[in-house]
């Protein structure tokens, strides 16, 4: 079963940091695109960032210059260290594929910054 799992959410205060991982299972995304959304309550879901299977990164611009996401080939991990978090970073971050032979996302973890 092609599954992507979330981990490293939690709750902090503004100014802190969190680093978020995203692994694949029963599947390699080695070859894939990947990439970073979140959801607040009652709003849209926003892309965050982006890797490319050669490394490129983007990233929103509420997100540049305090988010870095990376990519950990030999763990099929990627990896998403926020930095200087806000509180309108609060909400639920997830992984998924893209240029991808296959669509695969995960579920989410909550992250939560406090003032």
């Known amino acids: 079963q092609v599954q992507l799992v979330e981990s490293g959410g939690g709750s902090v205060q503004a100014g802190g940091s969190l680093r978020l991982s995203c692994t694949a299972h029963?599947?390699?995304?080695?070859?894939?695109?990947m990439a970073w959304d979140r959801q607040a309550a009652g709003k849209p879901r926003e892309w965050v960032s982006a890797?490319?299977?050669?490394?490129?990164?983007t990233y929103a611009g509420s997100v540049k210059g305090r988010f870095t996401i990376s990519k950990d080939k030999a763990k099929d991990t990627v990896y998403l260290q926020m930095n200087s978090l806000k509180p309108e970073d609060t909400g639920t971050y997830s992984c998924?594929?893209?240029?991808?032979?296959?669509?695969?996302w995960g579920q989410g973890t909550q992250v939560t910054v406090s003032s």
């Open positions: 998924r594929t893209f240029n991808c032979p296959y669509a695969a």
């Open positions: 029963g599947i390699t995304t080695n070859n894939c695109g």
């Open positions: 890797i490319s299977t050669d490394g490129y990164t």
